[in-house]
């Protein structure tokens, strides 16, 4: 690692083959937390290549715990997080809506590093417990319409950083790999990014890959359709900003999507929308990003078509249903 270090501190920027080497060295136990605490802090001063990021997926993946979860056309909906918003936990609450309207959903999820409720803190929360079997997984499939992929259970090299993240409390590259990396190796991703640099890689990497893809930024800073702004939209065909009239309707306060300042509010939240008691505000927010997600599997005709079954399935308590069949599995 000394001499990785060296040379990064040298202003140069790492192969391909340097990144999935160094990455595939944290995953199998080869450096310490100093070591890795450096390594990690080169990329809050500048910004990833390309290729650099290519290898650290690709080395993620190598190391990487399998899953098949059967012939399913599975759907993930997930944010790089790191915006700093500490919104509440949207795109989770968006996959049981999906599930609800009827599409698989294999959700890729983690702790909270740099906020304060994780997609795997809510899920704890509710009640889930995390595994790594794939029969189960596949039952929940098949039975709820979702199940939920906690990263470290599935990555070695991400379990090794865990409480470097933690401890740094800020954005790192890791937040940019999360995403990538579901080791369901979903049909379909809706992708939440926290700034428009970040978009033109992911736009980058997922054409290579010819999945179906939708990638968000909100124009004030949100990995998500946050519906404060305007909304940056990339997809397979091309780029185009929607208003938040334009997706959910309305357009809402940064306060009224807040998420709490414990993992029991976060949670406790999560319950009261999912059961049709949120604010029209959160309702908005949900549907919109739920709408999206269901548009991109291009089985709607149109977004509105996705958006009116995104509604159905949260007032029809389908969403709901989803819940709870998938915690009555643990």
Do not use: W
């Amino acid at each position: 690692m000394k001499k990785i270090l060296q040379y990064l501190f040298e202003h140069k920027t790492l192969s391909y083959q340097q990144a999935k080497d160094t990455l595939v060295g944290i995953g199998s136990g080869a450096y310490n937390e100093h070591e890795i605490t450096s390594f990690m802090t080169v990329y809050l001063m500048r910004s990833i290549t390309i290729e650099e990021l290519q290898g650290f997926r690709d080395a993620l993946l190598q190391l990487c715990v399998q899953v098949n979860l059967g012939n399913h056309q599975l759907l993930d909906i997930v944010g790089t997080g790191g915006d700093g918003k500490n919104s509440f936990n949207i795109s989770t609450l968006s996959c049981f809506i999906v599930a609800g309207a009827g599409q698989k959903v294999a959700k890729h999820g983690n702790y909270g590093a740099s906020s304060i409720s994780g997609a795997s803190n809510v899920m704890e929360q509710l009640g889930y417990k995390f595994k790594n079997d794939t029969a189960k997984l596949k039952q929940e499939v098949e039975e709820a319409n979702i199940c939920f992929l906690h990263a470290p259970l599935f990555h070695p090299a991400l379990k090794a950083v865990g409480a470097i993240r933690k401890n740094l409390g800020v954005r790192t590259f890791f937040n940019m790999l999360g995403p990538m990396v579901n080791p369901a190796l979903p049909t379909y991703q809706l992708v939440g990014v926290y700034n428009l640099e970040m978009a033109r890689i992911y736009n980058y990497l997922l054409q290579q890959t010819e999945k179906a893809f939708t990638i968000i930024h909100s124009l004030d800073g949100y990995d998500e359709i946050s519906l404060t702004n305007d909304t940056k939209v990339i997809t397979n065909k091309g780029e185009s900003i929607k208003t938040p009239q334009q997706l959910g309707k309305r357009m809402v306060m940064p306060e009224d999507i807040y998420g709490g300042n414990t993992v029991e509010e976060s949670a406790k939240m999560f319950r009261n929308i999912i059961e049709g008691n949120g604010t029209y505000a959160q309702n908005a927010v949900v549907l919109a990003n739920s709408a999206m997600a269901l548009n991109c599997t291009g089985n709607y005709t149109t977004y509105e078509d996705a958006y009116q079954a995104a509604v159905v399935s949260l007032e029809s308590r389908a969403a709901l249903g989803a819940l709870q069949k998938l915690i009555s599995l643990q």
